[in-house]
């Protein structure tokens, strides 16, 4: 992992002797907050198979504890009404193509969260420059919650064809575990189903057929009935199975050739920021994991997008609109929000 990093990064290095650090840093925002609330509320579940009784479920409060680093010129839209970061902010800008202005941004956020019970370690860093005719972008992403985790950099020719609209081309390439490949496979039978007590056999498990009793690697009984080891403890044993053998895998090198779009107009009563990326064509490496096994051999199309609208019709009505889309090796991860305000006079 050091050594990609360092890959990634070495072009900047030189880049970067040229440059202060107080320089580099002047207008960045150095944050760290604690936010946390109620979670989902406590939920009853009654049994009567030995009389009536009642096991009370409880999830822990959520919370999430961020560190960043961001220097980012703000758009025209875009007035911060707080007077800190918090930690809790949505910045569909950030995946932009293109910032505000011309030159270096960057953006370093780690979240440590636990939503409804379950922890995630989300990151999200990138560097951004841009020039007049080229730009270029390095990023790495990790959202637990959608469940992708990638390295991407790209390097663009851009050219500006009216004021505030450019497309660019170029190569993107992309660091990623195997996605599409599915450790169960060789566990289908013929009719699609999964030979699960022989897989759990291989991983350790015990199943004394006479008495009834299912046991761990660890020798403790995790069951006592068919339908406890099927309905409880095979799924675990399936999640394991599938996360260990993904884990044993190295990450995948993905080269691509990427086309996009920018488009920023701004005034005080409308604004549209939009933009695109299309990676049609992918160079098959012959990787034994390459997702060009998992898609028939085939080309297919990863893109991400995002806009963010506004108009203010008159004096008391306005509507917006805002959200981003990613797709990358068919696994969907989106947010978006739109709606009306009235302003009583």
């Known amino acids: 992992m050091k050594k990609i990093l360092i890959l990634i990064l070495l072009p900047f290095f030189s880049f970067s002797q040229e440059i202060d650090i107080k320089k580099l840093f002047k207008f960045s925002t150095f944050y760290g907050a604690v936010n946390g609330g109620t979670s989902i509320s406590d939920v009853d579940i009654f049994s009567v ?61 780690v979240n440590y969260k636990r939503q409804e019970g379950i922890e995630y370690l989300d990151q999200h860093h990138f560097i951004r420059y841009v020039a007049d005719k080229w730009n270029t972008k390095i990023e790495y992403l990790k959202d637990g919650f959608a469940d992708v985790e990638y390295y991407e950099a790209s390097q663009r020719y851009r050219h500006t064809v009216r004021k505030g609209f450019s497309i660019n081309i170029g190569a993107s390439q992309r660091i990623a575990e195997p996605y599409g490949y599915d450790p169960l496979n060789e566990w289908k039978l013929s009719n699609g189903n999964i030979h699960y007590t022989y897989l759990a056999l291989q991983e350790g498990y015990n199943v004394d057929v006479f008495e009834g009793i299912y046991t761990n690697p660890d020798g403790e009984i995790v069951a006592t009935s068919v339908e406890v080891w099927e309905e409880v403890v095979i799924p675990v044993v399936l999640s394991d199975y599938t996360t260990r053998k993904r884990n044993e895998l190295k990450s995948q090198w993905n080269h691509s050739l ?9 005034d005080k009563n409308y604004w549209l920021h939009s933009w695109g990326n299309l990676m049609p064509y992918h160079y098959d490496m012959g990787n034994e994991y390459s997702y060009h096994n998992y898609n028939d051999g085939e080309q297919w199309y990863d893109y991400s997008g995002g806009i963010i609208f506004g108009k203010k019709i008159n004096k008391q009505i306005g509507v917006f609109a805002e959200g981003k889309y990613n797709k990358y090796w068919n696994r969907e991860w989106y947010d978006f929000k739109f709606g009306i305000n009235y302003i009583i006079r």
């Open 49 to 109: 198979k030995d009389g009536l009784t009642t096991q009370t479920i409880q999830t822990p409060y959520d919370y999430n504890i961020t560190l960043g680093v961001r220097k980012i010129a703000r758009f025209g839209y875009e007035n911060k009404a707080n007077t800190f970061y918090d930690g809790t902010e949505s910045n569909y800008s950030d995946a932009a193509t293109i910032g505000k202005i011309e030159g270096l941004e960057f953006l370093s956020e």
């Open 258 to 266: 990427v086309v996009g779009f920018d488009y920023y107009y701004y």
